[in-house]
């Protein structure tokens, strides 16, 4: 009698928690939009270190902007507490420097001064070295198209000024951030009945058509990079001669470090950096292989850290913007877990995300009840896909990691985002 007591207990107990996450369920099949294209949905509790609930959780999608969790991961396993500025060293009366991929010297959010002021007061001559490579300016399934957009600059060994030039409005007139490219701005006399910047897919010279400049006007353009241009740039940036060299990186270097890695993701995660993104697995590869080869980096990420994920991935590049990433919702759960033993603080694994309701890629998604966010994920948007994946902290203090991809739909994504919106917050109220 007592066994089965104990027995319908447990079927009971069973029962309501199976009845519980059903729900989820009835949520999803009342949905008119989710019906209308692909989707996957994974939730795993992770006091529990369980699985609850999924739908299509083994099928493969385009991530979009969630490959940024892959890149996050990648930083906070290769590349250290902070980012190496340049290696660097000291032969004769010269200096020596190479580039290590950091997206940071000069950047308009994230420049600092150490790499500057270090190479302004050496007293010694100044060579870059440049180091021979395979890498790409552009990643497999980019779309060309957008090579003038602010979310698609070129990548390099050693960026400057974010690899963009910054057109901005102040007090009435254009200014350019750097002033270097100044000279290759052409006013054009056109029928255009709006502001617009254009640039060339081959070359610099910046066409403005000429009409009225915006108040407030910001705008980003990528510029098209090469070894010669940069040596300009870091010529009329330090105001000093600055030389070439094809020396190979030796085994012992020394390093000038400029910003704390954490900082760099946050900074791509929270607004969704693509050229921080693929800069970032630029500087692990450089660390860990003293060279640059991201997809020898992207393997070695996959044979040591994700081969143990139950369904297999392709990864393209780090940013999301390649079409021919593939992974599975049960695939970004697992990912998001090693993040958080990687980690191991929560609070310090909850920063790295978007904060729903108060900022990033969220900020104007969720609501904050009292001002709390209640979900913090990694949004993904490119045409025809968008997807969250990140944790939920529900009202009775429940954790969880969740996934939900979206792929193949036609027309705006807020349809889309409002769903996963409804479901996510039914998940916080009910769990």
């Known amino acids: 009698m007592k066994n089965l007591l104990t027995f319908l207990l447990l079927y009971v107990s069973f029962s309501?928690?199976?009845?519980?996450?059903?729900?989820?369920?009835?949520?999803?099949q009342s949905s008119e939009v989710l019906k209308k294209h692909y989707f996957g949905f994974s939730l795993f509790d992770i006091d529990e270190q369980k699985y609850v609930y999924g739908i299509n959780e083994d099928k493969h999608f385009t991530p979009a902007s969630n490959t940024k969790v892959f890149t996050t991961l990648t930083?906070?396993?290769?590349?250290?507490?902070?980012?190496?500025?340049?290696?660097?060293?000291?032969?004769?009366?010269?200096?020596?420097?190479?580039?290590?991929?950091?997206?940071?010297?000069?950047?308009?959010?994230?420049?600092n001064s150490?790499?500057?002021?270090?190479?302004?007061?050496?007293?010694?001559?100044?060579?870059?070295?440049?180091?021979?490579?395979?890498?790409?300016?552009?990643?497999d399934g980019w779309s060309i198209e957008d090579y003038e957009f602010y979310y698609q600059p070129e990548l390099s060994q050693f960026p400057i000024y974010g690899n963009v030039v910054q057109f901005k409005e102040v007090e009435g007139s254009?200014?350019?951030?750097?002033?270097?490219?100044?000279?290759?701005?052409?006013?054009?006399?056109?029928t255009i009945t709006r502001y617009r910047i254009h640039r060339p897919l081959d070359n610099n010279n910046f066409e403005i058509n000429n009409f009225p400049l915006p108040a407030q006007y910001v705008n980003e353009k990528p510029f098209k990079t090469s070894d010669s241009l940069l040596i300009s740039l870091l010529q009329d940036t330090l105001k000093r001669e600055v030389f070439w060299t094809r020396d190979s990186l030796p085994k012992e270097?020394?390093?000038?470090?400029?910003?704390?890695?954490?900082?760099?993701?946050r900074e791509m995660?929270?607004?969704?950096?693509?050229?921080?993104?693929?800069?970032?697995?630029?500087?692990?590869?450089?660390?860990?292989?003293?060279?640059?080869?991201?997809g020898d980096l992207r393997k070695y990420m996959k044979d040591n850290f994700y081969r143990n994920f139950q369904d297999s991935i392709e990864l393209r590049d780090g940013s999301g913007l390649s079409v021919y990433n593939k992974v599975t919702p049960r695939s970004m759960v697992e990912l998001l877990l090693l993040v958080q033993n990687e980690v191991g603080d929560e609070a310090a694994k909850l920063r790295l995300f978007p904060a729903g309701g108060l900022e990033g890629t969220l900020k104007n998604i969720f609501h904050a009840p009292e001002g709390k966010a209640f979900v913090w994920s990694k949004t993904g948007t490119i045409n025809s896909v968008h997807c969250q994946s990140g944790y939920i902290l529900t009202k009775k203090n429940k954790r969880f990691a969740y996934s939900?991809?979206?792929?193949?739909?036609?027309?705006?994504?807020?349809p889309v985002r409002k769903e996963m919106v409804r479901i996510v917050t039914y998940i916080y109220e009910n769990f």
């Open 16 to 28: 309501l928690s199976a009845q519980d996450f059903s729900s989820i369920t009835e949520q999803i």
């Open 75 to 111: 930083s906070l396993k290769l590349i250290g507490d902070s980012i190496p500025g340049i290696a660097y060293i000291e032969r004769g009366d010269s200096l020596l420097f190479w580039g290590t991929g950091d997206p940071t010297f000069l950047h308009s959010r994230l420049g």
């Open 114 to 139: 150490k790499v500057l002021d270090f190479l302004k007061n050496s007293n010694k001559k100044l060579y870059l070295a440049f180091q021979p490579t395979q890498e790409p300016s552009y990643r």
């Open 174 to 190: 254009l200014r350019l951030e750097p002033l270097y490219f100044e000279k290759y701005v052409k006013y054009l006399t056109d």
């Open 253 to 265: 270097v020394n390093y000038i470090y400029s910003t704390a890695t954490k900082d760099v993701v």
């Open 269 to 294: 995660m929270l607004p969704s950096d693509n050229f921080l993104a693929e800069q970032l697995n630029m500087v692990a590869s450089f660390m860990h292989f003293g060279s640059f080869n991201t």
């Open 404 to 414: 939900f991809l979206n792929n193949n739909f036609l027309g705006s994504a807020n």
